[in-house]
């Protein structure tokens, strides 16, 4: 797990250490120091720590203007054990939705399970946002269905097309343009 690095090739547009709005402005990076782990495997120093002993994050984009924030996870997502919900959304959405974000898209294609507790994270969390939406792309086949069978697609849009986002290869406003785009049809009129 030490290899695998957060998506990087968005940094000339965004870096959430250089950003004021962040939870992670001013954090200082060791590229070679390797000091966070998932139980007992390493992972690579850019990943930012939520407080979870099983998910880290890295925001790689945030538009204030478009009011929409892209953020990749690694890990076990673990909200029985851990409560990684409640880390990911009071240290890190709240601070988000402060500054106007309201459309969150969660990258999951390194999150290796899920486990699930209740749905009242999730539940605030879309509560939140009006206007907003969650989107949850890439996420593992199991780790979807896992997701699905606890009910909290309830609060956010998952599977289907989001599951094939061919992220990496555009830009972080095109994923978002795409992504609204599926979510609007697939909104009831």
């Known amino acids: 797990m ?20 962040s939870p992670f402005y001013n954090r200082e990076y060791s590229e070679f120091e390797f000091s966070n782990a998932i139980y007992d495997h390493f992972i ?13 994050i890295k925001i790689l984009y945030c538009n204030y203007e478009k009011a929409y924030t892209i953020i990749e996870v690694i890990g076990e997502w673990n909200d029985c054990l851990y409560n990684d919900i409640m880390y990911l959304k009071r240290d890190i959405v709240d601070v988000m939705i402060e500054n106007g974000i309201n459309k969150f898209i969660i990258i999951g294609e390194n999150v290796l399970n899920f486990h699930s507790s209740d749905t009242d994270y999730y539940q605030e969390w879309f509560e939140d946002i009006e206007d907003g939406w969650i989107a949850f792309i890439n996420f593992r086949d199991h ?39 599926y979510l609007v049809k697939r909104l009831p009129v």
């Open 143 to 181: 780790v979807v269905q896992e997701i699905m069978s606890s009910n909290i697609d309830y609060y956010l849009a998952i599977g289907g097309s989001l599951n094939e986002v061919s992220w990496r290869s555009l830009t972080p406003g095109q994923v978002f343009e795409g992504v609204k785009s």
């Open 44 to 56: 690579h120093p850019q990943w930012d720590s939520i407080g979870s002993a099983t998910i880290y």
């Open 2 to 21: 030490h290899t695998i690095e957060p998506h990087y090739n968005w940094r000339h547009l965004y870096i959430a250490s250089e950003d004021r709005r």
